[in-house]
């Protein structure tokens, strides 16, 4: 990793209750880590751009190459695009994906928009001569996305996630530039207002998603209803008659949203939007893993692979089971603890040997394998399953617990 690289970290105070006291003593702190963050020096930027990662947790158990989503105003929207994405893939309603943040430098910010005008030619937003939105598109394609290839395990499906005038080089990608990324997600949309060409965004999106000749790909633009009423009903009513015009038009390769989410503001509809993004990109209908259906078919290991495959072929890139989530029976570990219990080793042994193909650094898989094993009779194969657990696990707060399970079947 970068050397410049340091923690991104949270500040949780534990707390000490005295039953004699009313007081609450704060003694001591810990540091809970949400991600890393490294320092890139930018020719295209002409500055030094701080950039925030995280990595799946099952990063370190595989050989995987992630998709990844790019986030625009990091210091903002990386905590929430993360927390957000951690939950939707723990319930299989998408990929496992690596977040990169870009927090703005001092009064940059601006340089994002697009250059806009009203109906009668004025300026809107920050005026005209400002956007620079190619600048951060060369920055993207000749410096991040290549550093971020280098140092991760990432594969060709890439996300870029901006709001309000950070979603200029989301949009300019979009149209002119669509090999760079594969999902959009603009938040605080303007749709109404004209480019220097004369053409209104919308009129851009319309030709853009009509594009027979574009590949796979999927945007959201949303907006919070308080800003739509600012806008009028002009401006409101393109998210009606868009979609209308799109219906009979758009290239079926990409899945598009237009949306007004009731009740919120500027800002504040990121929750909603990010969320709403992620499904637009990640169909819910597509993402339909039913892994009882697997444990009780004959073959769960076939039936995984399979479904597994038609993910990936549907997104053109490897899609893997999850390994584990939280309070969450539909993954690898949990359907493994089933049919043990259910004594159908059979099943299991293929099943779990399938799984180190997915995570072959994984010692609660190995050490889940062993016990098979032992259920088995294969003793010989239960104790190297083991000793493979404990190897991994070298340096792990678990490690004792698989050097138990060896000891037990050493003797």
């Known amino acids: 990793m970068h050397r410049g690289i340091r923690y991104l970290i949270i500040t949780t105070y534990l707390v000490i209750f005295n039953s004699n006291a009313t007081e609450v003593n704060l003694q001591k702190y810990e540091n809970i880590i949400s991600g890393v963050k490294y320092s890139l020096k930018s020719l295209e930027l002409d500055e030094n751009r701080q950039i925030f990662i995280s990595l799946p947790e099952s990063y370190k158990h595989s050989a995987h190459?992630?998709?990844?989503?790019?986030?625009?105003?990091?210091?903002?929207?990386?905590?929430?695009t993360r927390s957000m994405v951690k939950i939707r893939a723990a319930r299989n309603y998408m990929p496992e994906s690596i977040i990169v943040g870009i927090p703005n430098n001092t009064g940059k910010r601006i340089e994002m928009a697009l250059e806009l005008f009203d109906d009668k030619g004025n300026p809107f937003f920050y005026g005209n001569g400002l956007g620079?939105?190619?600048k951060y598109l060369k920055f993207f394609r000749n410096e991040l996305i290549p550093q971020i290839e280098e140092k991760f395990r990432v594969n060709s499906h890439r996300t870029i996630i901006g709001m309000s005038p950070s979603f200029g080089p989301v949009l300019?990608?979009?149209?002119?530039?669509?090999d760079l990324f594969?999902?959009?997600?603009?938040?605080?949309?303007e749709i109404g207002k004209k480019l220097k060409s004369g053409k209104s965004i919308g009129e851009k999106l319309i030709d853009a998603i009509s594009d027979k000749k574009r590949s796979k790909a999927g945007i959201y633009i949303g907006i919070g209803s308080r800003d739509i009423i600012k806008r009028g009903l002009k401006e409101a009513a393109l998210y009606v008659d868009i979609p209308k015009k799109l219906k009979n038009i758009a290239n079926p390769k990409i899945r598009y949203k237009f949306e007004i989410i009731h009740d919120e503001d500027h800002y504040g509809m990121s929750i909603p939007g990010i969320q709403h993004g992620l499904e637009t990109i990640y169909a819910r209908e597509v993402w339909d893993i039913d892994y009882r259906k697997m444990w009780n078919s004959p073959d769960p290991a076939q039936a995984l692979s399979d479904r597994y495959q038609q993910l990936s072929d549907h997104y053109g890139f490897k899609i893997i089971p999850l390994e584990k989530s939280f309070n969450f029976i539909h993954n690898i570990m949990k359907t493994a603890e089933i049919l043990y219990r259910q004594n159908k080793i059979e099943k299991l042994i293929p099943w779990l040997q399938l799984a180190i193909e997915y995570y072959p650094y994984s010692p609660a898989i190995y050490s889940q394998l062993s016990k098979a094993y032992t259920q088995a009779g294969k003793n010989s194969l239960a104790i190297s399953t083991a000793e493979k657990a404990v190897k991994l696990?070298?340096?792990?707060?678990?490690?004792?617990?698989?050097?138990?399970l060896l000891k037990t079947l050493a003797h």
Do not use: R
């Not at 190459?65 to 929430?80: A, N, T, W």
């Not at 594969?182 to 949309?189: E, M, Q, W």
């Open 172 to 178: 300019q990608a979009f149209w002119s530039e669509p």
């Open 393 to 404: 696990a070298e340096g792990s707060e678990d490690i004792n617990i698989y050097k138990s």
């Open 132 to 134: 620079q939105t190619g």
């Open 182 to 189: 594969s999902g959009y997600i603009v938040l605080a949309a």
């Open 65 to 80: 190459h992630y998709p990844v989503i790019y986030v625009m105003d990091g210091e903002f929207l990386f905590d929430l």
